[in-house]
């Protein structure tokens, strides 16, 4: 450990908000083995345990904010995210892009942020109403782990948000990058990485 120096920090420390990343509702529609977006196994069940963190969320007055991703049908919004693995996804015409309204509990009065790239921060409102809501911690979950929710993370991180992933409800498009991701997320912030057990008791 090269820093001797740093502060130990609580798991929540001021107010907090839960972020929920992405759990869009072709995750509980699409069985097929081949998607345009790897997911690693038991990616859906971790998805699932995702509303227990939404319901504790409510229940301690803790605001609740729906990340989703989102494309033009024309695609001119993509840039370079067709370079790599991930095929053509996230359409805003294709049912499937819509938010997991009912495995997720999402209401009407809820927040929601659409963003057209990988971080929550990138071309949105999303420090704007952060900023509104006077919040100082940011409980993730969601996926994938290895790109929205790291990329969402590091900005975070650089905007001086504590940041906190909760393991058992994030997943990635393998679990070799999930495990990667969230050992370069603890590499920022000592304790980041927590357990839906602790962030439940921190609640």
Known sequence: MANT??????????????????????TFIDDSEVRSIDNMPGYKDRMLAARTAIDAARAAGVP??????????????????????????????????A?????????????????????????????????????????LVGGLTDICVHYTFVDGHQHDYFC??????VAGSSLEAHDASLCAMEYLQTGARRSLEEVLAAL
Request: with cysteine; aromatic share 8%; charged share 30%.
């Open 99 to 139: 938010l997991a309204v009912k495995e997720m509990d999402v209401r009407s009065d809820d927040y929601v942020i659409r963003k057209r790239r990988y971080s929550a921060f990138f071309g949105t409102d999303f420090e704007i109403l952060l900023k509104g809501l006077k919040v100082d911690t940011l409980l």
């Open 5 to 26: 120096n740093k502060t130990p920090r609580a798991l929540i420390e001021g107010r907090a908000a839960l972020i929920v990343i992405d759990i869009q509702a072709s």
């Open 164 to 169: 906190r992933v909760i393991e058992d409800c």
């Open 64 to 97: 609740v904010i729906f990340i989703q991703e989102v494309h033009y049908p024309s695609m001119v919004d993509f840039g370079r995210e067709l370079d790599g693995d991930e095929d053509v996804h996230c359409l805003e015409d294709n049912p499937a892009t």
